[in-house]
């Protein structure tokens, strides 16, 4: 991905700041309420706008699971994700990357292959804990 705009406005430096800080794949809509305790006249409409560029500029990941609302990552290098289908929360996976994968792939079909993505679905420890 390459880095074209490099310019920071405060709103983008701040929303970029929130997600570095967690590890909770947050909504934009957890990104919004926190970015309005720094910023109060921040719109919704100003943050996916935000997010959008900072995903074109290679900073952030956009994780969407088919119909359901995005969540956003501030980690941007590939890494896998464990999704609990109880309670809908986004874990990152801490594994290394299967490359071999790609190799696989291209030599099966003779396409060059410039990544993949990999997500893990089940119920977390939290939720098995709750049965
Ligand atoms: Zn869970
Ligand atoms: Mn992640």
């Given at each position: 991905m390459t880095k074209k705009n490099t310019r920071m406005t405060k709103q983008k430096r701040i929303i970029l700041q929130i997600l570095k800080n967690?590890?909770?794949?947050?909504?934009a809509d957890y990104i919004y309420q926190e970015a309005r305790k720094v910023l109060?006249?921040?719109s919704l409409g100003t943050v996916y706008r935000n997010l959008r560029v900072l995903r074109e500029q290679g900073e952030i990941l956009e994780l969407s699971y088919g119909s359901t609302f995005s969540r956003y990552d501030g980690n941007p290098s590939n890494h896998y994700h464990f999704v609990c289908t109880k309670c809908g929360k986004v874990q990152d996976v801490d594994i290394v990357l299967k490359t071999k994968l790609e190799e696989e792939v291209r030599e099966k079909m003779g396409v060059d292959v410039e990544g993949h993505r990999l997500e893990f679905y089940g119920v977390c420890n939290d939720c098995k804990v709750k049965n």
């Amino acid at each position: 991905m390459t880095k074209k705009n490099t310019r920071m406005t405060k709103q983008k430096r701040i929303i970029l700041q929130i997600l570095k800080n967690t590890d909770s794949h947050p909504t934009a809509d957890y990104i919004y309420q926190e970015a309005r305790k720094v910023l109060p006249d921040i719109s919704l409409g100003t943050v996916y706008r935000n997010l959008r560029v900072l995903r074109e500029q290679g900073e952030i990941l956009e994780l969407s699971y088919g119909s359901t609302f995005s969540r956003y990552d501030g980690n941007p290098s590939n890494h896998y994700h464990f999704v609990c289908t109880k309670c809908g929360k986004v874990q990152d996976v801490d594994i290394v990357l299967k490359t071999k994968l790609e190799e696989e792939v291209r030599e099966k079909m003779g396409v060059d292959v410039e990544g993949h993505r990999l997500e893990f679905y089940g119920v977390c420890n939290d939720c098995k804990v709750k049965n």
